[in-house]
């Protein structure tokens, strides 16, 4: 059984720093992984896509990495700014035992920017 | 840009009473998802539809929830007899090649 873990829950930075989210995986046998972006009371905002052929995304001042064989990606945003206070939640694509597409997400991290 | 979008904003019903969340979701994507979210915790997967079947469901989608993809775009969520602990924050998603997330409807059942 998949699971999506990541860490830290929650993270709270002076304005400026760079800084790095973790999430993990069990199964490796991902196809895709996702970055969203949550805003209290509001939907998932996408950020980033990686394919299980990529290593890395980047979209501006965010980059996104995966290691497909040690169950890792992470998503590393530079020069942090209040806006970018959010929770960031990671979702890997796998199989079902049926060969359909499941998707499993972690938790959340929690982030705060402090002007 | 293609988006999906979810009606009712908020739905408030009393206990027992049959509710039908309604999404549209982007018109040639192939897979559509319900998630729910409690407040303060995380998001939960419900249901995932492919092809106009089931492909995936929760431990938490019973017999009291089910999905219909009735006229080639609308894709809705029914939950038969509410419960308290139903009140949450339900999501609809579509995917081709990344999932994208509908605003949700916040339902409160009283």
């Not at chain 2, 979810?6 to 998802?33: A, D, K, W």
């Not at chain 2, 303060?40 to 539809?49: A, D, I, N, T």
Request: with cysteine; aromatic share 12%.
């Amino acid at each position: 059984k998949q699971e999506v873990t990541q860490i830290p829950a929650a993270l709270s930075v002076p304005e400026g720093e760079n800084l790095v989210l973790n999430c993990s995986f069990t199964d490796s046998a991902i196809y895709n992984l996702q970055w969203f972006r949550q805003d209290p009371g509001k939907g998932l905002t996408s950020l980033l896509l990686i394919q299980s052929s990529q290593r890395e995304q980047t979209s501006g001042r965010l980059n996104a990495s995966l290691d497909k064989s040690s169950g890792r990606s992470t998503l590393y945003i530079a020069a942090s700014q209040p806006g970018d206070s959010a929770t960031y939640l990671c979702a890997v694509f796998h199989r079902n035992s049926g060969g359909y597409q499941k998707v499993t997400f972690g938790i959340g991290t929690k982030l705060q920017v402090i002007p | 840009e293609p988006e999906v979008t979810q009606t009712p904003s908020h739905q408030v019903t009393q206990m027992g009473q049959e509710v039908i969340l309604r999404c549209v979701p982007i018109s040639n994507h192939l897979y559509f998802y319900w998630y729910r979210q409690i407040l303060g915790q995380k998001v939960e997967f419900l249901v995932s539809f492919y092809n106009n079947e089931i492909s995936e469901k929760s431990e938490i989608f019973d017999d009291q929830f089910s999905v219909e993809r009735p006229d080639g775009s609308n894709f809705t969520l029914k939950i038969r007899s509410t419960k308290l602990e139903d009140s949450a924050m339900y999501f609809c998603a579509s995917y081709l090649y990344e999932q994208y997330f509908g605003p949700g409807t916040r339902l409160t059942v009283t």
